[in-house]
C-alpha cells in the first residue's frame, strides 16, 4: 500500500474514532463540550453541573485513548510495514500529519460545517438559541492556532519511542 494511501485511510479512521467518541459524548450529555463554546453563550448558559464535570473526566478517558493511541497504532503500523524501521524524521512527519488532520477536520467540518453552519439541534443549548457565538467563525480559528505548535509536542515524544 502507497504511504499517501496508508496515511489517507489512517486519518480518516482517526477523526471517525474522534468523532464517536465526541458525539457519544454529547448524546450522553449535551453540556459536555460547553467549554469549548464561544464566550457570549457559555457566559449566558453558565457554568456546567458537577454531573458534568464527572461525566467530562470519564469521557477524557476514551477520548485521549483515542487521540494518542490511535496515532501510536498507525505509526507502528507504518514501522512494521518497513520490516521494523521507521526514523524518527519519517515518524514525526507521520505523527504529526495525522494530529494536523483531526485539527483541520475539527476546524472546518465540525466547528465550521456542523457547529456554525448547519447547526443540528444537539449543538444549541437551552436558552442560548440564536446567540451571535452560534455564527462567530473566527472564534474556532482563533481558539484552535495554537495547536498547530502544541501538536509538536507530542508528536516528538510519540516519534522518539516509535522510532526505536
Keep these: 500500500m502507497s504511504l499517501k494511501k496508508r496515511f489517507l485511510q489512517d486519518a480518516a479512521v482517526y477523526n471517525a474514532l ?11 450529555n449535551k453540556e459536555m463540550w460547553v467549554h469549548d463554546y464561544p464566550p457570549d453563550i457559555k457566559e449566558k448558559y453558565g457554568p ?4 458534568t464535570r464527572r461525566l467530562a473526566r470519564l469521557w477524557a478517558i476514551p477520548f485521549f485513548v483515542v487521540i494518542l493511541g490511535w496515532v501510536i497504532f498507525a505509526a507502528l503500523r507504518l514501522k512494521k510495514a518497513d ?15 495525522l494530529f494536523l488532520s483531526f485539527w483541520t477536520y475539527d476546524l472546518v ?4 460545517l ?8 444537539f449543538i444549541v443549548l437551552p436558552g442560548t438559541e440564536g446567540m451571535a457565538g452560534y455564527k462567530d467563525y473566527a472564534f474556532h480559528l482563533k481558539a484552535s492556532w495554537p495547536f498547530i505548535l502544541i501538536m509538536a ?12
Design 48 to 51: 456546567v453541573s458537577e454531573e
Design 109 to 112: 467540518v465540525l466547528d465550521w
Design 18 to 28: 474522534i468523532t464517536a467518541v465526541m458525539l457519544g459524548s454529547v448524546a450522553h
Design 114 to 121: 456542523i457547529f456554525c453552519t448547519i447547526q443540528p439541534g
Design 153 to 164: 509536542l507530542p508528536s516528538a515524544i510519540i516519534a522518539f519511542f516509535v522510532s526505536r
Design 83 to 97: 520490516n521494523g524501521r521507521l526514523p524518527f524524521k519519517a515518524a514525526f512527519k507521520y505523527i504529526y500529519l
